[in-house]
């Protein structure tokens, strides 16, 4: 499938000079939404992932239905003080400031295989501090898988060496 049709381009979103990539033409059309989160569930497959994680909110629309097609497990990453139990946090940096991320405790057990899943790879600011999320918790991180990858951007080269799968890559 040409996936770059299925995502929709808004200029000057959400500041002037912005192009923004939208999924939800994606989202929106059933059947590629399915073929989308399945081609991403092979290349999980591959790599032995024995649980999901997702960070908040685009994360979860990849994650979840990732984790539901594997049959194993899905673990919200979220930002500070949204998650009920008791949590481990990472901060990491933004454009301008810093921002924290949290994870359960006992959402990832010492030594499983995760695959990270959202909808963008952009800078890679979310997605490393995602990743040590789950190395804190003695997670493996095994593969990252994506929708998008802003390739400019350098996403990928904070990802230490992780498989990474996305759908369309723009650079």
Known sequence: MNWSEKIREVPDFPQPGILFRDITPLLADGQA??????????????????????????????????????????????????????????????????????????????????????????TGGTVSATVELVRKLGGVVVAAAFFIELAALGGRRRLDGIPVQTLVTYT
Not at 44 to 52: I, P, S
Not at 100 to 110: K, N, S
């Open 33 to 122: 939404y399915r073929a989308a989160i399945d081609e991403l569930a092979a290349f999980a497959r591959r790599h032995g992932a024995q649980v999901v994680v997702g960070p908040e909110a685009r994360g979860f629309v990849v994650g979840a239905p990732l984790a539901c097609i594997l049959g194993v497990g899905f673990a919200p990453v979220r930002k500070r003080g949204k998650l009920p139990a008791a949590t481990v946090a990472v901060e990491y940096a933004l454009e301008y400031g810093t921002d924290v991320l949290e994870i359960h405790r006992d959402a990832v057990q010492p030594g499983q295989r995760v695959v990270v899943a959202d909808d963008l790879l952009a």
